[in-house]
C-alpha cells in the first residue's frame, strides 16, 4: 500500500474513532447530568422551565469535557497510528 493511501486511510480512522469517542463521553454526560439533578439535559435555552443558570452550566460542562475528550483521543490515536505506521 501506498504511504499516501496509508495516511489517508489513518485520518480517516482518527476522524472517526474521534467523533465516536465524543459522542459517548456527550452521552455519558448527559447520563450523569441526569443522575445528578434528576432532570433531562437542557436541549433549548428558550423553554420556559430551563433557568439560564441551567443552560450555562450545560454548555460549559459540555464544551469543556468534549473538548478535552477530543484532544486526548487525538493524542492517544495518533501516537498509536505513527507506532502503527513504524512497522
Do not use: C, H
Not at 441526569?34 to 454548555?59: C, H, I, N, Q
Not at 469535557?65 to 498509536?80: C, E, I, Q
Amino acid at each position: 500500500m501506498k504511504n499516501k493511501d496509508k495516511k489517508f486511510i489513518q485520518s480517516l480512522a482518527l476522524s472517526g474513532l474521534t467523533m465516536a469517542g465524543g459522542f459517548l463521553v456527550r452521552k455519558a454526560l448527559e447520563k450523569s447530568w441526569e443522575k445528578a439533578t434528576g432532570k433531562t439535559p437542557p436541549t433549548s435555552p428558550y423553554r420556559a422551565e430551563t433557568s439560564l443558570k441551567e443552560v450555562m452550566a450545560w454548555a460549559v460542562a459540555t464544551g469543556i469535557l468534549v473538548s478535552v475528550s477530543k484532544v486526548f483521543m487525538d493524542w492517544t490515536f495518533s501516537a498509536g497510528a505513527d507506532r502503527l505506521s513504524e512497522r
